[in-house]
């Protein structure tokens, strides 16, 4: 069974930091792209990054390129998200997922398409 449990959320003060993970288990990562979203109140799903070791491939959407990082520990099966100079709009639940790479940067989000992780709650203050 596929699973994708993520940590580290929390409440940050506008200019903070924070770093999320996600353990990963019932796949291998050479097998899917891994990745985070995130989802703000009243507004769609939206990629962000992801890490496809089997090309090679790393991504980061350019609203946060600036801010944030991804990296993995694959022999740990972690993925971590970590989140730079934070502002109050980065609020939202962030969601670890698997599938394929266009999963990642498609719009709107195909859900079907990929595994999810339940969420891990981020709300930044002013």
């Known amino acids: 069974e596929i699973q994708l449990v993520e940590s580290g959320g929390g409440l940050v003060q506008a200019g903070g930091s924070l770093r999320l993970s996600c353990a990963v288990s019932g796949l291998r990562f050479n097998d899917f792209a891994i990745g985070w979203f995130r989802q703000a109140p009243g507004k769609e799903r939206e990629g962000l990054s992801y890490?496809?070791?089997?090309?090679?491939?790393?991504w980061l959407a350019d609203s946060v390129k600036d801010r944030f990082t991804m990296s993995s520990d694959n022999a740990k099966n972690l993925v971590y998200l970590q989140m730079n100079s934070v502002k109050p709009e980065d609020t939202a639940i962030y969601y670890c997922?698997?599938?394929?790479?266009?999963?990642?940067?498609?719009?709107?989000?195909?859900?079907?398409?990929?595994?999810w992780g339940r969420g891990t709650q981020v709300t930044v203050s002013s």
């Open positions: 997922a698997a599938g394929g790479s266009k999963l990642f940067t498609t719009s709107p989000v195909v859900i079907g398409a990929g595994r």
């Open positions: 890490i496809s070791t089997s090309v090679g491939s790393a």
